[in-house]
C-alpha cells in the first residue's frame, strides 16, 4: 500500500470507522534510520487505533525503528513478510523474509523486547512454486516462538520472479483454507485474512474462520466498505 495509505488518506477513512485498526504505508527502517523521521511517522491523533507497518530484516535495524514507533504513539508495529516488489527484494525483505523464517523470529523478538506493544507479522501463503501448506506453518510457528502472536495471512503465494506486484496480487490463486487451517493449528493465535476481499458478506463469511479481516485497495476504491465493516469488527490484543 505504499503511496496509498498515507496518514491523509488514513483520517479520510477514520471519519467511515470508529473501530477498523489502519495500517500506515510500508516505511522502510533505512528510511527511519537515516530520513526525516518526522515524515515518515508523523500522523493525526484522530487516526488511532493505527498500526505502523515497517519493512526491513535487520534485527538491530527493526528494534530501533519499532521503538521509535512507540514512542510517536503507534498502537501496533506490523513487519512486512508479503511484499513482492522487485525493489523490496534487492533490500532482502518483504515476501523473500518469508524463505528465512528464523530471521523474521530474530527481527520479531528484537521488536517484542523494546516495545510494549503488540508486534504482529503480515505474510503470504508461499513463494513461488511453494504450495505446500507445511511451508506456511512452519514459518508461523517458528515466528510465534519468538513472541508474535498476530498473523495476517494473505492468502496467495507471492510469486518473487515473473510477475509484477499487480499480477502478484491478481494471478496467484487465493487459497483461504489454508489461512483457516492456520487458526485450526494454532487455535491460541490471531489470525486475519487478507487478498480479494470485496464485499461486507464475504467478510462476515470469513470471520467464521478466522479472527479478522484485512481489507487493501478495495478499502481505497470504495471506502464506504470500511464504514459497514465496523460492526463486524473483532477484538484484537
Same mark, same amino acid.
Given at each position: 500500500m ?11 477513512h ?29 500522523f ?7 498500526a ?5 530484516s535487520?534485527?538491530? !535495524? &527493526? @528494534?530501533?525503528?519499532?521503538k ?5 504513539g503507534?498502537?501496533? =508495529? $506490523?513487519?512486512n513478510?508479503?511484499?513482492p ?8 525483505f ?28 503480515k505474510?503470504?501463503?508461499g ?15 517458528t515466528?510465534?516462538?519468538?513472541g508474535?502472536?498476530?498473523?495476517i495471512?494473505?492468502a496467495r503465494?507471492?510469486?518473487l ?15 483461504? !483454507? &489454508? @489461512?483457516?487451517?492456520l ?8 489470525i486475519? =485474512? $487478507? ?8 467478510i462476515?463469511e470469513?470471520?467464521?474462520e ?8 478495495e ?10 465493516r ?8
Amino acid at each position: 500500500m505504499m503511496d496509498w495509505t498515507d496518514r491523509h488518506c488514513r483520517f479520510f477513512h477514520r471519519l467511515l470507522s470508529q473501530h477498523t485498526l489502519l495500517y500506515t504505508e510500508m516505511v522502510t527502517t533505512g528510511a527511519i534510520r537515516h530520513g526525516s523521521v518526522e515524515r515518515h511517522l508523523r500522523f493525526n491523533a484522530e487516526e488511532h487505533p493505527v498500526a505502523l507497518q515497517l519493512g526491513g530484516s535487520d534485527a538491530a !535495524e &527493526l @528494534a530501533f525503528a519499532a521503538k521509535l514507533g512507540e514512542q510517536w504513539g503507534y498502537n501496533e =508495529i $506490523n513487519l512486512n513478510c508479503g511484499c513482492p516488489s522487485d525493489r523490496v527484494q534487492r533490500g532482502a525483505f518483504g515476501a523473500c523474509l518469508m524463505n528465512e523464517p528464523q530471521l523474521v523470529a530474530d527481527g520479531v523478538k528484537a521488536m517484542v523486547d523494546v516495545v510494549s506493544v503488540p508486534v504482529t507479522v503480515k505474510h503470504r501463503i508461499g513463494i513461488d512454486q511453494i504450495e505446500s501448506y507445511d511451508f506456511v506453518r512452519d514459518f508461523v510457528g517458528t515466528v510465534k516462538e519468538a513472541g508474535c502472536s498476530v498473523f495476517i495471512v494473505h492468502a496467495r503465494n507471492a510469486w518473487l520472479q515473473g510477475l509484477s506486484p499487480k499480477q502478484n496480487r491478481e494471478i496467484p490463486p487465493l487459497r483461504y !483454507e &489454508l @489461512a483457516y487451517q492456520l487458526k485450526k493449528d494454532f487455535p491460541e493465535l490471531t489470525i486475519g =485474512i $487478507n487478498g480479494g476481499i470485496t464485499t461486507n458478506q464475504q467478510i462476515v463469511e470469513h470471520l467464521k474462520e478466522v479472527d479478522g479481516v484485512m481489507i487493501g485497495r478495495e478499502a481505497y476504491y470504495n471506502p464506504w466498505l470500511t464504514s459497514e465493516r465496523g460492526r463486524w469488527r473483532h477484538d484484537w490484543p
